[in-house]
């Protein structure tokens, strides 16, 4: 919770910081100034204030292409894609030259919505404008068509730039990581060390993300030793990263020994990741050691902490565990954050039947429910028999505002089929056939088991044959659409 307090701080202090300038501006006459004009304005945007930032820009007298991308900046960091693009093109029409920057801050924006067709928009612009060879504007297309996972159009962008700097090198690995692509986002690092490109943090951590099976160990050990011999042993995001990677490639040890030698720089999400790696290798007893030292030192646990600590005291030989951080939660005042409720929910109600009435009274004392609580509830109930209970859940669902999902069905129809309630169970049918959940594979699967137990064989074996027909039917596009798509052998080998 400080680092919220601290980012709420100091963005008080930096709204009042350009009010008060704002205030001086208009006081000594210098409003009319376009560079003040222009600084005030990037402020309040920066401030996320765009009421503000509007009306100061409606004001300025002799506007500026500055004016304007400080306009588009501010609507794209507070994710209005929509009124960014209108500002553009008011831009336009008001016959404002357009630049790098305001290049850069549209396709931002483009890329984080995943708006491919105002991409390609833009993209048109950028040769019309004869900005195709900038190399800010052309990393930012770059940038925007890998994170649109066009890394076959990221590349076209790539080979056709006239000057490359790390930022677009960068770009187009991550791209190249995101489609899992593991052989070429190498061979790419390869490359960009050759023609001696700087490497920075973010060429390794996207790399690292591919390395999360045992096969590829010796893999992230020759990247650890670039990561050694660049000097980034030091950066958290690297450090983060490789701590992960090894522990995915199977060893423990080696993460152990990289978050152990990270002494200095260590944040939040590194002792989250070395407690990652603790549980995702049944090291339950060291991992609330960590958490145990992790507060000792001063580190705030925070919600993903939480849930992971939570989801590790399953079984019963955990349970104290288990309570000691429902009380823990309590005393923090985070029983009504919805994640560490729907973990909690999902302990007790793994762990013993005998903890049912603690799962139920945490989810009544929720203020808001999501799916996932309500699915938690629901496969609990069904799991212990309880089919009633069932019953009576999914009926409150389905009249709230939520809707249902494959989870939600498939946990009432076992309940129907404990109960070998046959005219339920048909009601059920005939309401995920409405809602196209009918041949999702776990509604199928409780439907053909449904049926079975009441005896209706026929209806068992036309859900069955529904199945299999989707699953052929889906078999075939998915050989035709993912032709090429296989995962890729990597013979690449790093040179340290």
């Known amino acids: 919770m400080r680092p919220l307090h601290s980012l709420i701080e100091s963005s008080v202090a930096s709204l009042y910081k350009v009010s008060v300038t704002h205030c001086w501006a208009i006081k000594l006459g210098t409003f009319s100034d376009t560079y003040t004009a222009n600084n005030i304005l990037s402020g309040y945007s920066k401030c996320r204030e765009l009421g503000f930032a509007l009306k100061l820009f409606d004001e300025i007298p002799d506007r500026d292409t500055v004016s304007w991308n400080s306009m588009i900046a501010g609507y794209v960091n507070y994710g209005n894609l929509g009124s ?3 500002f553009l093109r008011r831009m336009r029409r008001c016959g404002y030259m357009v630049d790098g920057h305001t290049f850069g801050s549209i396709l931002k924006g483009i890329a984080c919505e995943g708006s491919v067709d105002l991409g390609l928009q833009a993209h048109l612009l950028i040769v019309k404008t004869g900005y195709v060879g900038n190399v800010y504007s052309a990393s930012a297309l770059l940038d925007m068509y890998a994170k649109c996972d066009r890394v076959e159009d ?25 489609v899992g692509d593991y052989e070429t986002s190498f061979l790419l690092l390869d490359s960009m060390e050759r023609e001696g490109v700087r490497i920075n943090d973010g060429t390794f951590a996207p ?12 893999l992230t050990m020759q990247i650890h ?19 992960t990677s090894y522990s995915d490639c199977g060893s423990i040890e080696d993460a152990k020994q990289v978050f152990q030698s990270a002494t200095n720089t260590q944040d939040l999400v590194t002792w989250n990741s070395m407690l990652a790696s603790y549980l995702a290798h049944n090291k339950g007893a060291l991992a609330f050691k960590l958490f145990i030292e992790m507060q000792g030192l001063g580190f705030e646990p925070d919600i993903y902490t939480y849930t992971s600590m939570i989801s590790a005291c399953f079984e019963d030989a955990h349970q104290n565990q288990g309570k000691s951080l429902h009380a823990l939660v309590i005393k923090k005042g985070l029983e009504q954050s919805i994640p560490i409720s729907n973990s909690l929910i999902a302990m007790y109600l793994k762990s013993n039947r005998k903890y049912v009435e603690d799962a139920i009274e945490i989810f009544k004392s929720m203020g808001v429910k999501d799916n ?25 669902l389905q009249l709230g505002p ?16 404990d109960l070998a309630t046959l005219q339920l169970g048909q009601q059920v049918h005939s309401l995920a056939l409405k809602s196209g959940f009918d041949l999702n594979d776990f509604v199928a699967s409780s439907l053909i088991f449904m049926y079975s137990k009441c005896g209706i064989i026929e209806d068992a074996q036309k859900s069955f044959e529904a199945t299999l027909k989707t699953a052929q039917s889906f078999g075939t596009r998915s050989s035709l659409g993912t032709h090429n798509m296989g995962r890729v052998k990597l013979h690449w080998t790093c040179s340290s």
């Open 372 to 396: 996932v609580s309500w699915n938690s509830i629901l496969t609990g109930f069904s799991q212990y028999g309880l089919s009633e209970d069932t019953l009576k859940f999914f009926k409150k």
């Open 154 to 178: 990221a590349y076209k962008v790539f080979k056709g730039m006239p000057e490359r700097n790390y930022v677009s090198w960068n770009a187009l690995i991550a791209g190249y990581a995101q």
């Open 225 to 243: 030793s670039k990561i050694i011999k660049h000097g980034f042993t030091s950066d958290n995001t690297v450090c983060n990263a490789i701590i």
């Open 402 to 417: 939520l809707g249902l999902d494959h989870y939600a069905f498939s946990s009432v129809l076992r309940s129907c089929s």
């Open 84 to 86: 960014a693009w209108e």
């Open 207 to 218: 790399l690292l993300t591919l390395l999360d099976d045992p096969e590829f160990y010796k």
